[in-house]
Each structure stands twice: as C-alpha cells, then as structure tokens.
C-alpha cells in the first residue's frame, strides 16, 4: 500500500505576495502576543516571567519565541517599547504657567501616576540593566524625557537662578521625583501613595522656595 507525501513547503522566493503578505502577518501577530504575555506575567508580579509561561499565554511554541526576539533582553526592550507607548497614552501634559503651587500638586500627581503604572516594568528592568545595553538604553531615554519635563514646567522658576544653581536645583528635583525615590517610599518606608505625594509635595516646595 503506497503512503501518501505531503509536499514540500514552497521556499519564500517562490512564495506569492499573499502568502508572503499573510506569514508577516502572522510573524508580526504571534509577535506581539509574545509582548502581551509578557506584560501579563510582569503585571502580576513574575519579574522574571518562564518562557513556558511566556509561549503558553501567547499560543506559540516556546522554541518559536526566539525566532522574533534575539535575546531574553531583546524581548524585555521591546516589552519596554510597548509598556512606553501606553503609559503615553495615559499622561496629561501640565503647563507650565499658573501658581507655583498648583504646578507642583499637578506634575506630583502625574509622576505618581505613572510611577504607580510602571513599577512592575521597572522591577523586571533592574534585573538586565547592568547586563543589556538595550534596556539600559530605554532607561536613559525614559530618564533623559522625564528630567526635559521637570525642566519645561518649572522653567519660570529655573530662569531666575544663577546657572551653576539652577544645574544643581534640577539635579536635586530630579533626584527627588524619580522613580527609584517613589520607590522607596511605597517599598521602604512604606508609605501609602497619598502619603508619598505629600511628601513630594514638600519636598518640591522647599527646594523651589524663593525661586
């Protein structure tokens, strides 16, 4: 009895633009679930999520997981990426004009926020930066975004400090509304986030004083 062969899969020159339209497609579809999953598991807490855990959320094999992404760090970069464009979709710009006061409770209130959305993402980075210039690099970016905002809102009292105070005055309110300050005052000291924006709050003020 003769067994039926099934036939050779067609190489991608020889593909048609259909079928080449439809393998990206479905390139591009099981790639972004692979992020999905990821933010997923990061979400709940797995700062280091499985990769079994990774393929089975996402519907792919686990092998096939590293035919989209190079590396483990290459995959969190782009987990990253994504978890950037939706916090972006969350933030309100804050003018920087107004009360020096009504500013201050305003710009608080938005890094609290999204410090509160981040800290997940921010935990799982810390586990690759030193080792990943990729997520090293998207750090920076977030870092070098955050302290141009501090800057543009609080310009009118910047501008009228002399230049090396005013260096040092953006250091420290940098510093001071970072992520890793929010962290340590919702891990460490164990402060509630009302509580934490308070004391950014005072914190802010006295440093802004008599600008």
Do not use: K
Not at 53 to 67: H, P, T, W
Not at 71 to 86: F, G, H, K, M, Y
Request: overall charge neutral; some cysteine; glycine content about 4%.
């Amino acid at each position: 009895m003769s067994g039926h062969r099934s036939a050779p899969a067609l190489p991608e020159w020889a593909e048609s633009d259909d079928a080449r339209d439809g393998r990206v497609v479905r390139r591009e579809r099981n790639r972004d679930a692979v992020v999905d999953a990821i933010m997923v598991l990061i979400q709940s807490g797995e700062t280091q999520p499985a990769m079994a855990d990774v393929a089975r959320l996402a519907g792919v094999s686990e092998r096939s997981i590293f035919r989209h992404f190079e590396s483990r760090e290459a995959l969190l970069a782009a987990v990253i990426d994504r978890q950037v464009e939706v916090v972006s979709g969350l933030l309100r710009e804050i003018p920087p004009t107004g009360p020096l006061a009504s500013r201050i409770s305003a710009f608080v209130s938005e890094r609290a926020r999204l410090y509160e959305e981040i800290t997940p993402m921010r935990r799982a980075a810390l586990h690759v930066v030193e080792v990943s210039d990729l997520v090293s690099d998207r750090l920076a970016d977030t870092r070098a975004w955050l302290r141009e905002e501090l800057e543009a809102v609080f310009e009118r009292e910047l501008s009228r400090r002399p230049s090396t105070d005013r260096r040092d005055l953006v250091a420290a309110l940098d510093v001071a509304t970072s992520w890793e300050a929010w962290n340590l005052l919702r891990e460490v000291e164990g402060c509630s986030a009302p509580r934490a924006r308070r004391i950014l709050v005072r914190v802010m003020t006295r440093l802004l004083a008599g600008s």
